[in-house]
């Protein structure tokens, strides 16, 4: 057998930290985080998640980079060494199925986004009188078959991002949408505040209510977010830190990272609650907020196709940007472990991850009724992979990290000094993650 490959690396830093931040932003910025903060008042909800952005997003963006970084390899070889008697690798292969379950749903609800800018290109939805935008994505979703052609176009693409490989793939697709997408989401935006009657959205997003920081629940709301808006815990930026040079500072990035996906959150919540209220309709819609409740604005705002083509590019090249890393983590460890080549991997990777959509796809139809705790198959898998596993794999890189690397070579590898903000990021990783992690475990095995 041939020698294999010397491994892939990014062309740029720059090109790195767009491909992160392609990683971090997409459907938990747009589609989860406009209707989770809708659900849990808006202001407060805001304020609780930066803190747990920094709290904890931060310090485990660095540490998830940092493992991949130091290691040079994928989930598994990463966490397991040379040594593979140990259980370590074990906490490889749950991040490597971690994101291939995780990508399986998320490319049924991309699939929606694809549906919904093809649907707006040609003028379908257009006809509809207001109400009557319900029963559009109920029809939708129940069909027995446009769901999976939706599906099957976003695995594709994804699939064929992959097959281009880190540098001529992820990074050079990455490199022309991020500045698109910040420049659609910013333009949104700033139609959305020339509405009349926009300042109520703002005052909603902006202006802490306090009395919600009494329910328990908005805080676990508020963790389950930044991990997965983040997208901590399920080896894609353990992945991509793997690809980066030797001089690449993580520290910054992570940083940029972390700035660049808590901006687009905002300014996205920006472009989606003033329009939901200068036309009257619920902010705690749920799910349906961008599909329903959208729709039904843009069917009155002035300009609204064009509002809308606008929005479901965003929301789905976002979606794919995350699919592509998330895809990229179980291709990588079979790459190494079954030295295939990358195409013959992403080809057979894409199809289990297809197939495994399939039940998350027909949930609404065909399939209605079937799931857990009363949720439907798609919400049962998104409830166990972003609140369970997602924690469960952060829990994992801060144990890691924060106890069994030796600190300076975990600083080493970070790009930090042995001062004040080399001790926090300890600190927070040894003491602080796993302790809030542990409570967002037990809260939710109690709700
Ligand atoms: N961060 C992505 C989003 O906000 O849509 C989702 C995600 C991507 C989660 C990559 C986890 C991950 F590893």
């Given at each position: 057998m041939?020698?294999?490959?010397?491994?892939?690396?990014w062309?740029s830093?720059a090109?790195f930290?767009?491909?992160t931040?392609?990683c971090?932003?997409?459907l938990?910025n747009?589609?989860r985080?406009s209707y989770?903060?809708?659900?849990?008042?808006?202001?407060?909800?805001?304020?609780?998640y930066?803190?747990?952005?920094?709290?904890?997003?931060?310090?485990?963006m660095?540490?998830e980079?940092s493992?991949g970084?130091?290691?040079q390899?994928?989930?598994?070889e990463?966490?397991?060494?040379?040594d593979?008697?140990r259980c370590?690798p074990?906490?490889?292969?749950?991040?490597?199925i971690a994101?291939f379950?995780?990508l399986?749903y998320?490319?049924v609800i991309a699939g929606w986004a694809?549906?919904y800018?093809?649907?707006?290109l040609?003028?379908?939805p257009?006809g509809l009188?207001?109400?009557?935008?319900?029963?559009y994505?109920?029809a939708?979703?129940?069909?027995p078959?446009e769901?999976l052609v939706?599906?099957?176009?976003?695995?594709?693409?994804?699939?064929?991002?992959?097959i281009g490989?880190?540098?001529?793939?992820?990074e050079?697709?990455?490199?022309?949408l991020?500045?698109?997408?910040?420049?659609i989401?910013?333009l949104?935006?700033a139609?959305?505040?020339?509405?009349?009657g926009?300042?109520?959205?703002i005052?909603f997003?902006?202006?802490?209510?306090?009395s919600?920081l009494?329910h328990p629940?908005?805080?676990?709301?508020a963790l389950?977010q930044?991990?997965?808006?983040?997208?901590?815990?399920?080896?894609?930026?353990?992945?991509?830190g793997?690809y980066t040079?030797?001089?690449q500072?993580l520290?910054?990035?992570a940083?940029?990272v972390?700035a660049?996906?808590?901006?687009?959150?905002v300014?996205?919540g920006i472009a989606?609650?003033?329009a939901?209220?200068?036309?009257?309709l619920?902010p705690?819609q749920g799910p349906t907020?961008?599909?329903?409740t959208?729709?039904?604005v843009f069917?009155?705002?002035p300009?609204g196709?064009f509002f809308?083509?606008a929005?479901?590019v965003?929301?789905?090249?976002?979606?794919?940007?995350s699919a592509?890393?998330?895809l990229?983590v179980p291709c990588?460890?079979?790459?190494?472990e079954?030295r295939?080549?990358?195409?013959?991997?992403?080809?057979?990777?894409?199809?289990?991850v297809?197939?495994?959509?399939v039940p998350s796809a027909?949930?609404?139809g065909v399939l209605q009724?079937?799931g857990?705790?009363g949720?439907?198959i798609?919400?049962?898998i998104?409830r166990?992979?972003?609140?369970?596993?997602?924690?469960?794999g952060?829990?994992?890189?801060?144990?890691f990290?924060?106890w069994?690397w030796p600190y300076?070579d975990?600083?080493?590898?970070?790009?930090l000094?042995?001062?004040?903000?080399g001790?926090?990021?300890?600190?927070?990783l040894?003491?602080?993650?796993?302790c809030?992690i542990?409570?967002?475990?037990?809260?939710l095995?109690?709700?």
């Amino acid at each position: 057998m041939s020698e294999p490959a010397a491994r892939e690396q990014w062309k740029s830093g720059a090109g790195f930290v767009l491909a992160t931040i392609g990683c971090a932003a997409g459907l938990g910025n747009i589609w989860r985080f406009s209707y989770v903060a809708g659900e849990n008042g808006g202001g407060a909800f805001l304020l609780i998640y930066v803190v747990c952005v920094l709290l904890l997003g931060l310090p485990l963006m660095l540490a998830e980079l940092s493992i991949g970084r130091r290691a040079q390899s994928d989930v598994v070889e990463s966490f397991g060494g040379a040594d593979k008697r140990r259980c370590w690798p074990l906490a490889g292969w749950l991040m490597a199925i971690a994101s291939f379950v995780l990508l399986s749903y998320y490319a049924v609800i991309a699939g929606w986004a694809y549906k919904y800018f093809a649907a707006y290109l040609i003028g379908a939805p257009s006809g509809l009188a207001s109400g009557e935008f319900s029963a559009y994505f109920a029809a939708f979703v129940a069909d027995p078959v446009e769901p999976l052609v939706w599906q099957f176009l976003v695995v594709a693409s994804t699939v064929a991002v992959i097959i281009g490989g880190v540098k001529r793939g992820i990074e050079a697709v990455n490199r022309v949408l991020m500045p698109l997408l910040g420049a659609i989401v910013v333009l949104l935006a700033a139609y959305a505040l020339s509405l009349e009657g926009a300042g109520a959205g703002i005052a909603f997003l902006f202006r802490p209510d306090w009395s919600a920081l009494a329910h328990p629940s908005v805080y676990l709301a508020a963790l389950g977010q930044a991990f997965f808006s983040l997208g901590i815990g399920a080896g894609a930026l353990l992945t991509y830190g793997s690809y980066t040079a030797a001089g690449q500072k993580l520290a910054p990035a992570a940083l940029g990272v972390v700035a660049g996906d808590t901006m687009f959150a905002v300014i996205a919540g920006i472009a989606i609650f003033p329009a939901v209220f200068a036309f009257g309709l619920d902010p705690a819609q749920g799910p349906t907020l961008a599909f329903v409740t959208l729709p039904e604005v843009f069917n009155v705002l002035p300009a609204g196709r064009f509002f809308a083509v606008a929005f479901f590019v965003l929301l789905g090249l976002g979606a794919l940007t995350s699919a592509v890393s998330l895809l990229e983590v179980p291709c990588a460890v079979l790459m190494r472990e079954l030295r295939w080549t990358r195409q013959k991997t992403a080809l057979l990777t894409g199809a289990g991850v297809f197939a495994l959509g399939v039940p998350s796809a027909l949930g609404f139809g065909v399939l209605q009724g079937i799931g857990i705790l009363g949720l439907g198959i798609l919400e049962s898998i998104d409830r166990i992979a972003s609140s369970v596993i997602l924690p469960v794999g952060g829990l994992l890189i801060a144990v890691f990290v924060g106890w069994k690397w030796p600190y300076t070579d975990a600083l080493r590898t970070a790009g930090l000094e042995a001062g004040v903000v080399g001790y926090l990021w300890r600190l927070l990783l040894r003491y602080v993650a796993p302790c809030l992690i542990v409570f967002i475990l037990v809260g939710l095995a109690t709700a």
